[in-house]
């Protein structure tokens, strides 16, 4: 499976402050999702990361608050807008290769916690 | 909406003891896929289901897609120490174009 790294690993941020993580793949995949992991929860979607075009955000997310961005069939970047504290969480990336029935695959995730 | 129960939420079990957790769901799913997330990293894929009634193993883990493809089981036999962890069901529906729903997670904890 593709080998996915996500920058950074963790941050401490202040409130108000903005935050862009990466996720950069070693081969092109078709697709890239960002997820929400709140603390001892389970993971939600915030957004597929569509390249070439605007991200299709989940209900409850918006563009605002989560800018997304995929330049290319490697690489997207998630910014956390105007930081608060529950914004804290794990934020993580994942990719899937070829048609929407391959499974994701996912990067180790940056966990952010804002004062 | 879509909601997805995962049982139990936490397991205390001996080494060398089976594992049993399940998914349920309102709606019905094209895949179903068991994730493993250990502390401080993201989810490992372990199984991926596609076809209803398809039984799979991956080592001493088995799992299997339910008739009604609104549910699915996951066995671990024989536990280890490092099957310690939170395991993860996800379901896809047929419309929903690689898009996840993620269970509540199911928290291992195994003893010597």
């Known amino acids: 499976s593709a080998v996915i790294s996500q920058k950074p690993s963790r941050d401490i941020c202040q409130r108000g402050t903005s935050l862009t993580i990466q996720c950069q793949v070693d081969?092109?995949?078709?697709?890239m999702f960002w997820y929400r992991q709140q603390p001892g929860q389970s993971l939600t979607l915030i957004a597929t990361?569509?390249?070439?075009?605007?991200?299709?955000?989940e209900s409850g997310f918006v563009i605002d608050k989560f800018p997304i961005s995929r330049p290319n069939l490697t690489f997207s970047t998630l910014t956390v807008s105007n930081m608060s504290p529950e914004d804290s969480s794990i934020y993580l990336c994942?990719?899937?290769?070829?048609?929407?029935?391959?499974?994701?695959?996912f990067g180790d995730g940056t966990r952010l916690s804002i004062l | 909406g879509q909601q997805l129960n995962q049982s139990p939420q936490s397991m205390f079990i001996q080494e060398g003891e089976d594992v049993s957790m399940n998914c349920t769901s309102s709606?019905?799913?094209?895949?179903w896929l068991w994730y493993k997330q250990d502390p401080g990293e993201g989810p490992v894929l372990l199984i991926a289901l596609y076809k209803a009634g398809e039984l799979t193993s991956n080592g001493r883990l088995t799992a299997q897609f339910g008739i009604t493809r609104k549910d699915s089981f996951l066995n671990i036999s024989a536990s280890i120490p490092s099957d310690v962890g939170i395991y993860f069901c996800a379901g896809q529906t047929t419309d929903s174009w690689g898009k996840l729903q993620f269970g509540a997670g199911t928290q291992v904890v195994v003893t010597p």
């Open positions: 081969s092109q995949v078709t697709m």
């Open positions: 994942s990719v899937a290769t070829g048609n929407s029935n391959q499974p994701q695959h």
């Open positions: 709606s019905i799913f094209n895949t």
């Open positions: 990361a569509n390249q070439g075009s605007e991200a299709t955000y």
